[in-house]
């Protein structure tokens, strides 16, 4: 079984990213009615671009030994987190139209947060020495 590395993670916080798009994000309750939006109808299409592009800097890039993986990969999940931290903390923002009452953050939320963490520790994961390069050094 191979270990988890930074290139694992990266590809699993861009899927969550884009999985947490697709949920429902924020719901609100009023006297009248209660609505619901699901993340791509909302800023889920901002995170859901920047999954795609989070699972994109994964499959290419393949990092150096004894460096971080991602930095880009780590500055996008940072960004994630800031859009699901900002809509976690103000879900009627999220809701276009005029809504009154008390709005609730959904699943979708929470997993594009915990991915976008994800995102960040995968892109500062220290990658393993290469031991083909280890053994060319002694050599020399």
Request: net charge positive; no cysteine.
């Amino acid at each position: 079984m191979e270990k988890i590395n930074g290139k694992t993670l990266t590809i699993i916080a861009g899927t969550g990213v884009i999985l947490g798009t697709l949920l429902p994000w924020v719901k609100t309750v009023s006297v009248f009615e209660t609505y619901m939006k699901l993340g791509y109808e909302t800023d889920g299409r901002i995170t859901g671009a920047i999954g795609l592009i989070i699972i994109i800097t994964g499959l290419i890039k393949q990092g150096k030994p004894r460096k971080s993986y991602s930095i880009t990969a780590a500055i996008l999940s940072l960004i994630v987190i800031l859009i699901a931290i900002m809509d976690i903390a103000d879900p009627i923002s999220v809701m276009k139209e005029d809504v009154y009452g008390t709005g609730s953050a959904l699943v979708g939320l929470y997993v594009t947060l915990v991915s976008g963490v994800l995102g960040i520790l995968g892109g500062f994961w220290k990658n393993p020495p290469d031991p083909d390069l280890e053994s060319r050094r002694k050599k020399m």
